[in-house]
């Protein structure tokens, strides 16, 4: 049962270096989402792809893309990466709707100096 | 617009004791609520969630809420802590303006329990 998937678990990058976090889920699920996590704030929400071909803006998009591969998965990337980028990063999926829970993969931990 | 407020940031209970992880949420909407679990260098974990069925919501690893509409509150308990319930604990809130049910999260509370 591999659920959502996220490589990779950990990356140190340079100031301005350019990434690609990539995400999978397995559960045929047509929403998907990008987190942040930081100390004291919780999850903030970078991105989301209700379904194949959407991509909308969250509240903390400035400095990141996105792209809806296919049902399955859905990548950001950093185009020229910023200490304040540091973070933890979660890739999320779930069935549209009211009630339906997100599923969460385990994190990346990205470090930029 | 919808938001949530967990009104502690860390809880510290002795094992055994009970547990309450307090959650205040704004909505002008009929939402549903979720409480997730997220222990150290993992990801969150679903421990319950309401949706306007029953008030009291029971969920895994021994956890329920209750919800409650006057109060606008969705609290977490627990009869009896355990060593391996220490980790963070997320309310979320989502409802359906605009059909995009993007949840909100509250900002967190850890969990500490002393043996």
């Known amino acids: 049962n591999a659920g959502v998937t996220q490589t990779p678990k950990f990356q140190v990058l340079k100031t301005g270096q350019s990434m690609t976090l990539q995400c999978a889920q397995d559960?045929?699920?047509?929403?998907m989402y990008w987190y942040r996590q930081d100390p004291g704030m919780g999850l903030r929400l970078i991105y989301y792809?209700?379904?194949?071909?959407?991509?909308d803006k969250g509240e903390v998009p400035n400095g990141y893309n996105v792209s809806r591969l296919n049902k399955r998965e859905f990548s950001l990337r950093l185009e020229s990466a910023a200490p304040s980028q540091t973070s933890v990063y979660f890739c999320?999926?779930?069935?549209?709707?009211?009630?339906?829970?997100?599923?969460f993969g385990d994190g990346t931990r990205l470090s930029i100096l | 617009a919808q938001s949530v407020t967990q009104l502690d940031s860390h809880v510290s209970v002795s094992e055994g004791t009970p547990v309450l992880l307090r959650c205040n949420y704004s909505?002008?909407?009929?939402?549903?609520l979720f409480w997730y679990v997220q222990h150290p260098n993992k990801g969150l974990q679903l421990l319950l969630k309401?949706?306007?069925?029953?008030?009291l919501v029971k969920g895994i690893n021994g956890f329920e809420a209750e919800f409650k509409k006057s109060e606008t509150s969705f609290h977490l308990t627990k009869p009896s802590a355990h060593m391996s319930d220490a980790a963070e604990y997320f309310c979320?809130?989502?409802?359906?303006?605009?059909?995009?049910?993007?949840?909100?999260f509250g900002r967190g509370t850890s969990l500490i329990v002393h043996p």
């Open positions: 999320a999926s779930s069935e549209r709707g009211l009630d339906q829970p997100q599923h």
């Open positions: 309401y949706t306007s069925a029953a008030t």
């Open positions: 559960m045929n699920h047509n929403s």
């Open positions: 979320v809130v989502s409802d359906p303006p605009g059909g995009s049910y993007i949840p909100t």
């Open positions: 909505s002008s909407y009929s939402p549903s």
């Open positions: 792809s209700a379904s194949e071909g959407t991509t």
